[in-house]
């Protein structure tokens, strides 16, 4: 059974940075491109940023290019998101998901497996 378990969340000023984690259960890790979302209240879900198994090729949108960061350490199974200069606007809960195909993805529908999600509250 596919399991993607995050943690890493919490409550930071702004300005202030967090590192969220994703622990993949995936049999072939490197077989994944790896993203993350985030939903904010009364928001549809959005893309973040996603890498892809190697880590050679990432993409980001826009509101977060310059400020967060997305890695993975396939030896671990895992894909990490370094934010930095958080501001109120990243409040949101923050999905881990898994697409089985190649190149980076930005679109929701492409990816296969999903995370339950880890809260990010950023105060002023």
């Known amino acids: 059974q596919v399991q993607l378990v995050e943690s890493g969340g919490g409550l930071v000023q702004a300005g202030g940075s967090l590192r969220l984690s994703c622990a993949a259960s995936?049999?072939?890790?490197?077989?994944?491109?790896m993203g993350w979302f985030r939903q904010a209240p009364g928001k549809e879900r959005e893309f973040v940023a996603a890498?892809?198994?190697?880590?050679?090729?990432?993409a980001y949108a826009d509101s977060v290019r310059g400020r967060f960061t997305i890695s993975r350490d396939n030896a671990k199974n895992t894909v990490y998101l370094q934010m930095n200069s958080l501001k109120p606007e990243d409040t949101a809960v923050y999905y881990c998901?898994?697409?089985?195909?190649?190149?980076?993805?930005?679109?929701?529908?492409?990816?296969?497996?999903w995370g339950q999600g880890t809260q990010v509250t950023v105060s002023s």
């Open positions: 995936l049999r072939t890790f490197t077989r994944y491109v």
């Open positions: 890498i892809t198994w190697s880590g050679t090729y990432t």
């Open positions: 998901a898994a697409a089985e195909t190649f190149g980076v993805r930005r679109r929701q529908d492409e990816y296969d497996y």
